[in-house]
């Protein structure tokens, strides 16, 4: 009994696992934040090029072609 008591003071005062979840969500914060901001990026640039696609094709001065590697 007295090891059990023991074991639950050195679990009630450690600070380890308490910790390591903190990290995990800091680490889970930063990584939907890096997701977000690569998908915002990739928005932007698509858009760009579409404006970019759009402007040729009304300038006449050439053709964008839809699809990869055409």
């Known amino acids: 009994m007295k ?3 023991t ?3 050195q ?3 450690e600070e380890n696992g308490a910790a ?3 990290y995990s969500i800091l680490i889970g914060i930063i ?3 890096a997701i977000g ?3 915002g990026i990739g928005a932007w640039v698509t ?3 579409t404006g970019l696609c759009a402007a040729m094709n009304a300038s006449g001065v ?3 072609a839809s699809g990869a590697g055409s």
């Open 3 to 5: 090891k059990l008591m």
């Open 7 to 9: 074991m639950a003071r």
């Open 11 to 13: 679990f009630r005062d």
């Open 20 to 22: 390591m979840v903190e």
């Open 31 to 33: 990584a939907v934040a």
């Open 37 to 39: 901001f690569i998908i």
């Open 47 to 49: 858009g760009r090029f």
């Open 62 to 64: 050439g053709t964008c």
